[in-house]
């Protein structure tokens, strides 16, 4: 089992910053991968970010690449997700997800734990 725990959503005007961290416990994380997906009021949950907890190799949805960075701190077993030039767009619930097999898998939402979610509003 592994435990997911999301801080760092809030309220950011267009064109502004946020860092979302999710810190995982329960298990070790060099199988997993880590990941963000997003969901807007109305809409299906959609992937975001991953990131492969061995090697840091990442993938992104074409709608974030460029202005979102996923990383990891295998120390604090912390993955983040920072996001630069946020758009009213970009307002949704963003959960932290891990699963087996990489960055790849997760991409693909074959996920295994999931957390409870952070709320993400970007005011124009």
């Known amino acids: 089992q592994v435990q997911l725990v999301e801080t760092g959503g809030g309220l950011v005007q267009a064109g502004g910053s946020l860092r979302l961290s999710c810190a995982a416990s329960?298990?070790?994380?060099?199988?997993?991968?880590m990941g963000w997906f997003r969901q807007a009021p109305g809409k299906e949950r959609a992937f975001v970010g991953a990131?492969?907890?061995?090697?840091?190799?990442?993938s992104y949805a074409s709608s974030v690449k460029g202005r979102f960075t996923i990383s990891r701190d295998i120390a604090k077993d912390t993955v983040y997700l920072q996001m630069n030039s946020l758009k009213p767009e970009d307002t949704a619930v963003y959960h932290c997800?891990?699963?087996?097999?990489?960055?790849?898998?997760?991409?693909?939402?074959?996920?295994?734990?999931w957390g409870q979610g952070t709320q993400v509003t970007v005011s124009s």
């Open positions: 990131i492969s907890w061995s090697d840091g190799s990442t």
């Open positions: 329960g298990r070790t994380l060099s199988s997993y991968g």
């Open positions: 997800a891990a699963g087996l097999g990489g960055h790849v898998m997760v991409a693909r939402g074959i996920v295994a734990y």
